[in-house]
């Protein structure tokens, strides 16, 4: 089961506004655009290149945070998997690749408040954004890839 995690629209609305201010500020103030342009440019292409994919298979459970890293975690690795609710901002202090060291987990999150959480057999924990349309059908293709051997 592949999915695909993006950020929400209303993201994208904010960085529109914040260009508009800041052309507006610039303007006002005399300096060039691109002075207050570069940051609102630099997080649209962020906007646009990063997302959360992941892929459940027989192989195990590997995703990609694009444009970061790739992780990737074999079922022997896994003690459990489950796709859960939790609250990320105040679980991980919000979304994208966080620590938590009272959970002792890392999350990888990019909206939203639902995850597949990993328990591992080194006794780290792993938090995996998904939508929450995807979460039941998660669950069975979890159940279906651990009774394989």
Do not use: C
């Not at 995703?63 to 105040?90: G, M, N, V």
């Amino acid at each position: 089961m592949r999915t695909q995690q993006r950020f929400a629209l209303v993201w994208l609305l904010v960085l529109v506004a914040i260009g508009t201010g800041s052309v507006y500020l610039s303007h006002a103030a005399g300096q060039p655009a691109y002075i207050f342009l570069l940051p609102a440019g630099l997080s649209l292409l962020l906007y646009a290149t990063f997302y959360l994919n992941l892929d459940v298979s027989a192989a195990g459970v590997e995703f990609q945070l694009t444009p970061f890293f790739r992780r990737s975690y074999p079922w022997h690795t896994i003690t459990s998997a489950e796709a859960i609710r939790y609250k990320p901002l105040l679980d991980f202090g919000g979304w994208g690749f966080r620590y938590s060291f009272t959970k002792k987990a890392w999350a990888y999150s990019i909206s939203g408040s639902w995850a597949l959480k990993l328990e591992l057999t080194s006794g780290k924990s792993v938090y995996i954004g998904i939508k929450e349309a995807d979460a039941d059908k998660l669950a069975q293709v979890i159940a279906t890839h651990k009774q394989q051997p």
